[in-house]
C-alpha cells in the first residue's frame, strides 16, 4: 500500500488574482477549468529543520515566483528533499515561516495547501487500475463520477496512457508507472507540483524521455513546479532557476547558465557541470615545474589571494607539440563526436580532463602532449572556497 501521505487529496484555497493563461498552442491538449486555481507564490523565510540538538535545515529563504519550474539540486543529505517535505506539510518546520499566497502555512494540514507531491516510489495502489488510481483523490474529495471520469480521460490523453487506463500496476513500465503518479497529480489541479526525485528509479533512457515529458508538461499547464534531484543533468535542463543545496542551506540560487558561467563557490563549480570542473592548488615553493607552469599561465588573471583555480574540461586544449603545460596522457574516451581525455601533470594528484569535440590527434596512453587554457576562463576560489574575482 502506498504511504498516507502519498494518498491524501490536496484542496486549494481561491485566489482573487486574474485567471492564467495556458501558454499558446497548449489549449487543445490541456482545457482550462473556469474553476480552477491560480498557481502559487510561495515565500520561505529563515526556514531550519531541527532534529533534537541538530540543525539539519539551517536558515532557507527562498522566494518561489508562480508559474516556475525551480530545481533543489545537491549531494545526499544536503536537505533538499527534507526542504520539499516541509513545504508539503510531511515535516514540521522548526523555526521560520512558510507563506503560499502571502499566507502563513506553517500550521496549514498537507490537505489545505494546494500542492501535489509526486515520489521517487510512485505509490500506486496495486489493486486498482490506473484510472482508479488517477482518479482515487477525486473521488475521495466527493467529485462526481461522471467529472471525475472526464478529468481523468483528459489527462490521461495529455500524457499517452489511454490505452492503459484499465491495466494495474505491475503491468506497467517504470516510466509509464511515474506518468500514472504524475497524471494522478495533475487531476487534482493543485496550485503546486513537488517532484521528490520522480526519475531516480528510471534507466538512462527513460529518464530522458521523462525529462522531455516534464518540461512540455510545464509548458502545457503553466503551473508552479519544484523538483529535487541529485543529478546535474536534470537540474540544468528543466529548471528556470536552480538552488544548489549543502549541508543545509543553500549554497547558491540561479539559471542553469548563471550557476554554470559564474558560481559563487568551489562547492557549485565542482557540482554543475558534466564532466566535473578541473580544480588545481596553488602550487607550493617545492612544486614541480609543470604545476608552476601551469598556475603561471592559467592563473594569470586571478586575484593574488586565489589559492586555488578551476578550468572546466570544455576550456582545455591540446597545445601544439613542446608548447604548453607538459602532460601524460592516461586514458582516453570517445564518445562519438565528443572525446574525453585524462591526463596527467607531474605534482597533480588528479588527472585533468580535457573535453574535445570533433577530430583529435591519434593518442595513446603514455603519450606526452602539451595542455593549454585561456587565463580568461579560468575561475578562482579562496581558501574558504569562496570565489574571487580579478
Same mark, same amino acid.
Do not use: C, W
Given at each position: 500500500m502506498p504511504s498516507a501521505s502519498a494518498s491524501c487529496t490536496w484542496t486549494?484555497?481561491?485566489?482573487?488574482?486574474?485567471?492564467?493563461?495556458?501558454?499558446?498552442?497548449?489549449a487543445s491538449s490541456w482545457p482550462r477549468n473556469p474553476r480552477e486555481p491560480e498557481v502559487a507564490r510561495l515565500s $520561505?523565510?529563515?526556514?531550519?529543520? =531541527?532534529?533534537? !540538538?541538530?540543525?539539519?535545515?539551517r536558515g532557507i529563504d527562498l522566494e518561489v515566483e508562480d508559474g516556475e519550474f525551480l530545481v533543489f539540486v545537491g549531494p545526499s543529505g544536503c536537505g533538499k528533499s527534507t526542504t520539499l517535505r516541509m513545504i508539503a506539510g510531511l515535516e514540521d518546520i522548526s523555526e521560520g515561516? $512558510?507563506?503560499?499566497?502571502?499566507? =502563513?502555512?506553517? !500550521?496549514?494540514?498537507?490537505?489545505?495547501?494546494?500542492a501535489a507531491m509526486v515520489f521517487q516510489s510512485y505509490?500506486?495502489?496495486?489493486?486498482?487500475?490506473?484510472?482508479?488510481?488517477m482518479g482515487f483523490a477525486l473521488k475521495m474529495a466527493g467529485v462526481p463520477r461522471a467529472e471525475r471520469e472526464a478529468q481523468v480521460r483528459k489527462t490521461a490523453e495529455t500524457l499517452k496512457l489511454t490505452a492503459l487506463l484499465d491495466r494495474r500496476p505491475a503491468q506497467l513500465s517504470?516510466?509509464?508507472?511515474?506518468?500514472?503518479?504524475?497524471?494522478r497529480a495533475i487531476v487534482r489541479k493543485p496550485k503546486v507540483f513537488l517532484f521528490d526525485e520522480p526519475l531516480s528509479n528510471l534507466d538512462a533512457a527513460l529518464r530522458l524521455e521523462m525529462r522531455i515529458e516534464l518540461a512540455r508538461l510545464h509548458r502545457a499547464l503553466g503551473a508552479t513546479m519544484i523538483y529535487v534531484t541529485h543529478?546535474?543533468?536534470e537540474a540544468m535542463t528543466l529548471g528556470d532557476r536552480i538552488a544548489v543545496f549543502h549541508q543545509g542551506r543553500i549554497e547558491q540560487l540561479g539559471t542553469p547558465l548563471a550557476l554554470y558561467e559564474d558560481p559563487a563557490t568551489e562547492f557549485v563549480a565542482g557540482f554543475i557541470g558534466s564532466p566535473a570542473?578541473?580544480?588545481?592548488?596553488r602550487p607550493a615553493g617545492s612544486a614541480s615545474p609543470a604545476h608552476q607552469a601551469l598556475w603561471s599561465r592559467w592563473a594569470a588573471a586571478l586575484?593574488?589571494?586565489?589559492?586555488?583555480?578551476?578550468?572546466?574540461?570544455?576550456?582545455?586544449?591540446?597545445?601544439?607539440?613542446?608548447?604548453?603545460?607538459?602532460?601524460?596522457?592516461?586514458?582516453?574516451?570517445?564518445?562519438?563526436?565528443?572525446?574525453?581525455?585524462?591526463?596527467?601533470?607531474e605534482g597533480l594528484e588528479k588527472a585533468l580532463t580535457l573535453k574535445l569535440n570533433g577530430a583529435v590527434p591519434a593518442l595513446q596512453p603514455g603519450d606526452r602532449i602539451g595542455l593549454d587554457a585561456s587565463p580568461l576562463r579560468a575561475l578562482g576560489f579562496d581558501g574558504e572556497g569562496a570565489r574571487v574575482r580579478g
Open positions: 486549494t484555497r481561491p485566489s482573487s488574482a486574474p485567471p492564467r493563461t495556458a501558454p499558446a498552442g497548449t $520561505l523565510q529563515g526556514i531550519h529543520k =531541527r532534529y533534537g !540538538e541538530q540543525d539539519v535545515i515561516t $512558510l507563506l503560499i499566497d502571502g499566507q =502563513r502555512a506553517n !500550521e496549514l494540514p498537507p490537505a489545505e495547501r494546494g505509490a500506486l495502489y496495486p489493486h486498482m487500475s490506473v484510472a482508479e488510481n517504470g516510466g509509464q508507472r511515474q506518468r500514472v503518479a504524475i497524471g543529478d546535474q543533468t570542473i578541473n580544480l588545481v592548488d586575484p593574488a589571494d586565489a589559492r586555488r583555480l578551476g578550468v572546466r574540461p570544455e576550456h582545455l586544449q591540446l597545445a601544439p607539440a613542446g608548447e604548453g603545460v607538459p602532460a601524460q596522457l592516461d586514458f582516453a574516451e570517445h564518445l562519438g563526436d565528443t572525446h574525453l581525455l585524462y591526463a596527467r601533470v
